[in-house]
């Protein structure tokens, strides 16, 4: 009977061995995490991923089709593409800055900038890797084939509070993210339905003119703004050779947003007359003073001075200004530009995707 126990025994502690064998600890996978971090900031370092990514931050979900090249060592491109809209834009930087691209209307971006260095977002695999690995207090559990964390959430936006992302347990692929708010309310939510370590890009994969060729019904050219954000008056000439070679912009209305910061109110909104560019003007005033200038520019790319790029989720958005501060970014053909002297950034991002899903009047 003895020799019958002990036999068991073995037996039992000999199945635990091997049932132990192959699982990792989050410690471990941490340690390979930085591993694959590494292998990124290498000369071969790259990658390219696609997926869906869904917005909850208005009535109704707004969805994107996202698309993300990365080549070692700050060459991006990143596709978000609205499936209601049906509308494009392009983030990229290469060696000539940091560009936010419409193809489709002929317009874009450029601004000098370090994005993303020091700035999250959600879609891009650095992001996620360093928000599990700099976060001590990170919560680890295994998930079928996937590795799940829950970290803080590293965003320029306060109101993303926490994350979870799913990794392929096989090669640290990302699957999922869900990013939530201080209510555990999902507010982000994207999904990997591709992700490739070292692809092969061409030569023309992170070239501003190629990207814009791929959607653009106009040349494009360069014009520039001032450090608020305002266009610059472009040469006579220039403006009569444009103004030939675009067509018409169409009315828009008055597009208001869907949030209003409390103890704000609209004060007045006015178009302005004579402007080709059918520009609005909202005033609102109360806690803090701002105005929202909306405009549809004629077919012109704009240039952008020294600017810190804002992850407006939907798109890209560029923030100029020191003491009076100015957030523009391009939605459906439409340029906004917020302004303001004591309007939190977090206020301004706020106000910019609750004016995604709003329409003219």
């Known amino acids: 009977m003895r020799r ?10 000999v199945a635990l061995v091997l049932a132990g064998c192959g699982k990792k600890d989050a410690a471990s ?13 290498s000369k071969q370092g790259a990658y390219q991923g696609s997926g869906t990514m869904t917005l909850y931050t208005g009535e109704q979900p707004q969805e994107y089709k996202v698309e993300v090249w990365y080549k070692n060592p700050s060459y991006y491109r990143i596709s978000l593409s609205n ?4 509308v494009t834009q392009i983030v990229l930087r290469n060696d000539e800055g940091v560009f936010v691209l419409t193809p489709s209307l002929g317009k874009s971006f450029r601004f000098q900038s370090d994005w993303p260095d020091n700035q999250g977002q959600v879609y891009l695999y650095q992001t996620l890797l360093r928000g ?48 939530s708010d201080s209510e555990a309310k999902v507010v982000v939510n994207v999904k990997f339905d591709s992700f490739k370590f070292d692809p092969e890009f061409t030569k023309d994969s992170f070239d501003m003119q190629k990207n814009m060729a791929t959607g653009s019904a106009a040349e494009s050219t360069l014009a520039e703004v001032d450090e608020n954000g305002n266009p610059v008056a472009a040469p006579e000439n220039a403006r009569q050779e444009d103004q030939t070679a675009a067509a018409e912009p169409g009315d828009f209305g008055i ?42 520019p004629l077919d012109r790319a704009v240039s952008l001075a020294p600017a810190t790029l804002v992850d407006l989720g939907f798109t890209a958005g560029a923030l100029t200004g020191d003491e009076q501060k100015t ?24 106000i910019a995707a609750s004016m995604e899903e709003q329409s003219g009047k």
Not at 150 to 164: D, F
Not at 327 to 350: C, F, H, K
Request: without cysteine.
């Open 83 to 86: 499936v209601q809209k049906d």
């Open 29 to 41: 996978v941490v340690k390979d995490l930085n591993n694959v971090s590494d292998k990124l900031e």
């Open 255 to 296: 597009i208001e947003p869907g949030y209003i910061p409390a103890g704000v109110q609209l004060k007045d909104s006015n178009k302005l007359e004579d402007s080709k560019d059918h520009s609005v003007l909202l005033r609102y005033d109360g806690t803090y003073q701002y105005t929202i200038i909306e405009s549809r």
């Open 132 to 179: 599990i690995v700099s976060d001590n207090n990170r919560q680890f559990v295994e998930d079928g084939d996937n590795y799940v964390f829950e970290v803080a959430a590293n965003y320029q936006s306060s109101a993303l509070v926490r994350q979870k992302i799913w990794l392929a347990k096989k090669t640290y692929e990302p699957k999922q993210v869900q990013v």
């Open 327 to 350: 957030l523009t970014w391009m939605s459906d053909g439409v340029q906004y530009r917020i302004t303001s002297a004591n309007l939190p950034v977090s206020e301004m991002m706020q």
């Open 4 to 13: 019958i126990t002990w036999v068991l025994a073995i037996i039992m502690s």
